[in-house]
């Protein structure tokens, strides 16, 4: 067996180059010779490309070793546990932000109501392709999103011919909504997935939201929000207009699609900072005794703030 000194020097790979998720299901992921292999219960094992996901995803019946964590942190792939259908439950492997002076520049803008608002009409022209309306509070824009949404969320069931009533889902017993719900439930944690890596290799915070607040998530859903419309909701209405006997797989697998041909993972980190930037606060510079990388990346390959 190669021995980690052995090895040829770790560098990052953009996120927007990478896969952008995985599930493993039923299996050990731990790493040989360098790189994440999943052992299944047959013995039989499966090779992943170092970096080269943005996102693993764990269901039911995975086990995870100390080294397949290590490996994931410092080559920049999240890891999240999920539970049925991928309702999430627990996320790690790239925990925090990447960048003090991104951490800090995040946190002045939310903190600051003028700044804070200002994103927060970016975030609606970025949505619905217009200016959000003048002189409303963050709550008032929050209302007239919700009406939006729950408009468009009737109209793509219309367009699909899929039974709708209303967004609907008990994450603790994710069987007892309809189809439709189970589907955008299983298509957004796809995207929330492959979001907070992005957020993570910006180097920002996921829980420093502005219109989502209060959860560790928030800024997830905020950015997911962005691109949610035009990705993972009409394929949830696709899929679960053919009514499948493994609905959840087949969104996964349209989910992964999408990603590719929307290509998403291009488009993330540009949406952040462009976001951020319309708050109108100049960035801080970083402190000259911050500290680099775990992985030296003299070539600057990777996406700004990435931790390598």
């Known amino acids: 067996m190669i021995g980690n000194k052995d090895l040829p020097k770790l ?18 992921l731990d790493v040989l010779d360098g790189a994440f292999v999943v052992v299944d219960e047959t ?18 019946g995975t ?12 080559v920049g792939t999240l890891i999240v546990w999920i539970g049925e259908a991928g309702v999430r439950l627990y996320s790690a492997g790239q925990p925090g932000g990447a960048r003090s002076d991104r951490l800090l520049w995040q946190a002045q803008l939310a903190l600051d109501e003028t700044a804070r608002i200002k994103v927060v009409r970016k975030m609606y022209s970025v949505r619905f392709g217009e200016e959000a309306p003048s002189r409303r509070s963050i709550e008032q824009l929050r209302g007239i999103e919700g009406a939006r949404v729950k408009k468009i969320y009737s109209l793509l069931a219309q367009k699909y011919g899929v039974p709708w009533k209303q967004r609907d889902y008990n994450v603790r017993d994710f069987n007892s909504g309809d189809l439709a719900n189970r589907c955008l439930s299983s298509a957004t944690s796809c995207l929330y997935g492959v979001t ?23 800024f997830v859903y905020d950015i997911a929000d962005l691109v949610k419309f035009e990705t993972v909701v009409p394929v949830a209405f696709k899929v679960a207009a053919t009514k499948p006997s493994h609905a959840e797989r087949e969104v996964r697998l349209a989910c992964r699609d999408c990603f590719r041909e929307t290509k998403v993972l291009k488009r993330l980190i540009p949406l952040i900072e462009a976001v951020l930037e319309a708050g109108e606060l100049k960035k801080p510079d970083p402190p000259p ?7 030296e990346n003299e070539e600057g390959i990777g996406d700004a703030g990435h931790r390598n």
């Open 11 to 28: 560098k990052p790979i953009a996120i927007k180059e990478r896969a952008s998720i995985a599930f493993i299901e039923r299996g050990q």
């Open 43 to 60: 013995g039989v094992r499966t090779q992943i490309p170092v970096g080269g996901i943005a996102c693993l995803m764990l269901e039911p």
């Open 63 to 74: 086990r995870l070793s100390h080294r397949a964590a290590e490996l994931a942190s410092r």
């Open 196 to 218: 907070e890596a992005a957020i993570l290799a910006a180097g920002y915070a996921p829980a420093i939201g502005f219109l989502h607040t209060g959860k560790p998530l928030s």
């Open 289 to 295: 005794e911050a500290a680099g990388p775990y992985l």
